[in-house]
Every structure is written in structure tokens, then in C-alpha cells.
């Protein structure tokens, strides 16, 4: 069965720090863009930073750009998202989703979705 695991959510105080972790099963990250995004309350999903395929090509959002860092470990078949200097703005859930190797990084674009993990940023 194919599927998306998200983990690493949480509460967070303002300039604090966390890490998203997004494990893949049944899918080799060889051949897609995998990426995430998040929607806020009351907004449209959005992109904030895709990796595609194995050459490892990297794309952010503007908003998160200097502050949130994408990596995978093929080995594990695992990406991750560093977040530094997180502002209450970033709250929301955040999704690791998954598309085709063409894929731009937008949420239209992705074929699979993770369940979500909650992040707030509050003090």
C-alpha cells in the first residue's frame, strides 16, 4: 500500500524551531516530485518547498525562503522539512504530498497526499 506518513508537528514559540519528516512507502522518490505544503484556516493550500526526483532540485516558497530547508534520505525513503525562525504566520497543517516527476510544486499538481501534522506557532 502505497501511502505518506507525516510527523514532527507540534506547538513552537515564535523564532523557535521544528522538523517535519515525511516517510514514503511504496513509492521510490526516484521518480516523483514529493514536497510540502500548508493550508492555514480560512486560506487555499499552498506550496512551500518541493525536491524533485534524484537530482535533488529544490524549490521554496518566497515566504519561507532563508528558513525552511527540504532534504530527503533516499535510504530511508524519507524527506524532511527544517524550519527555523518559524513566525506565527506559518501556522498551519502541514502536508507531505507527491506527484509526477514533471510536477510543478503546487498542490494541483500532487497525486498523493499525507493525513496532515499540525503546526502553531504562538507564544
Known amino acids: 500500500q502505497s501511502q505518506l506518513v507525516e510527523s514532527g508537528g507540534g506547538l513552537v514559540q515564535p523564532g523557535g524551531s521544528l522538523r517535519l519528516s515525511c516517510a514514503a512507502s511504496?513509492?521510490?522518490?526516484?521518480?516523483?516530485?514529493i514536497g510540502w505544503f500548508r493550508q492555514a484556516p480560512g486560506k487555499e493550500p499552498e506550496g512551500v518547498s518541493c525536491?524533485?526526483?534524484?537530482?535533488?532540485?529544490?524549490n521554496y516558497a518566497d515566504s519561507v525562503k532563508g528558513r525552511f530547508t527540504i532534504s530527503r534520505d533516499k535510504a530511508k525513503n524519507t524527506v524532511y522539512l527544517q524550519m527555523n525562525s518559524l513566525k506565527p504566520e506559518d501556522t498551519a497543517v502541514y502536508y507531505c504530498?507527491?506527484?509526477?516527476?514533471?510536477?510543478?510544486?503546487?498542490?494541483?499538481?500532487?497525486?498523493?497526499w499525507g493525513q496532515g501534522t499540525q503546526v502553531t506557532v504562538s507564544s
Open positions: 511504496g513509492f521510490s522518490l526516484d521518480y516523483y516530485v
Open positions: 504530498a507527491l506527484g509526477p516527476v514533471q510536477a510543478a510544486c503546487v498542490p494541483d499538481d500532487m497525486r498523493y
Open positions: 525536491i524533485s526526483s534524484s537530482r535533488g532540485i529544490t
